[in-house]
């Protein structure tokens, strides 16, 4: 009988981290097993807390127990948990217990059933035999749960190595740079973001081999110098999740193989990514041949036109032409051609230069404000768009083109 590789690694890596959790599972559980659960929480909590942890349910994994969801009530409180090894997500929820107990139930299903029921209070009720009946109202389901004895709880992790930002923070920094992480698996660095962390400065960089994207902020206090690759994954999932209040925070905390975030009622426990982040700094040159001031918005808005012309998966280049008498913006492809020209600030050198466009729209829509810089050196060098402070930082590197007539 032939096994396959990725079932052996998945079965392999499933028992280390369930004896790993183990541990911790045993240490947080009461004495006593909890054959009986009973509790009351209204639809909107349920439902909210159902699609925070939600986001750590694996998509495909052998593991059914990997699938469900764990309701723990038996610690005085309601907590849900999800677990998919990488990425762990544990949310409180407001609620009564009647009957403390645990139950681990099916994520995909028992989220669909909240969605669907009217918006009242939900009771949620087990058995011995994982029976669980979830009514409100008139409408009444029964479905068949696991033990929540066999489920992975988070693993435990010291807060000793902690910073505090605001959720609003966080949440603007990874959507300032996520969208240049590799979706590539060979490189599994480039598929995460450098949490980098000197003194008061806290800078998040992601790169694909194509571009860097580089925010820096200041935060209200110092920390010991730190440098972690996250997942693209789990900071998506945070950011989803995240309420991005300004007034609220998020604290995040870092061991060696591990990275939490804490915020409101929730906690989000995920894998670091090993291995030594790339040298960046060597690539992010100050020199420069040719500096353009432009209005972000006309830039934004006459490349956006301009890939009208282009299908999808066609990698036709724009080829921005900059003279002393502006910037002239042209493309071609199967469907045709366009050109527009923009009132620029310019200084040095003339320059033809061919970049996607596309790299230069996700650049673009995530800077506020209303000019930007641009800094080139030749039609081969990397383009930097960056601001006075070097707040924000985007290397795009050119591609090669064929002059349109």
Known sequence: MHISTSLIKETTKFFYYFYTTRIRAYANQPEGSYAHMKLVCSKANLLN???IVSKAVPSKTTMSILECILVDATNGEIKLTANDMELGIETTIEGQIIEKGIIAL?????LEIVRKLPDSDITIETDASFKTVITCEKAKFTIIGKSGEDFSYLPAVERDDSIVISQFTLKELVRQTIFSISDNDNNKLMTGELFDINGDEFKIVSLDGHRISIR??????SYAPKKVVVPGKTLNEVSKILPGDADSDVTISFTEKHIVFEFDKTVVVSRLIEGEYFKIDQMLSSDYETKVKVNKKEFLSCIDRATLLVKEGDKKPIIVNITDNGME??????LGSMNEEIDIQKQGKDLMIGFNP?????ALRVIDDEEVDL????PKAPCFIKNMEESYIYLI???NFTTVA
């Open 216 to 221: 820096k902020i200041q935060m209200k206090n």
């Open 375 to 378: 800094y080139m050196v030749n």
């Open 329 to 334: 913006l042209k493309i071609n492809s199967a």
């Open 397 to 399: 590197l050119p591609v």
């Open 106 to 110: 099916d994520a995909k299903i028992f």
């Open 358 to 362: 596309k790299f230069l729209i996700d």
């Open 49 to 51: 807390g159902v699609q």
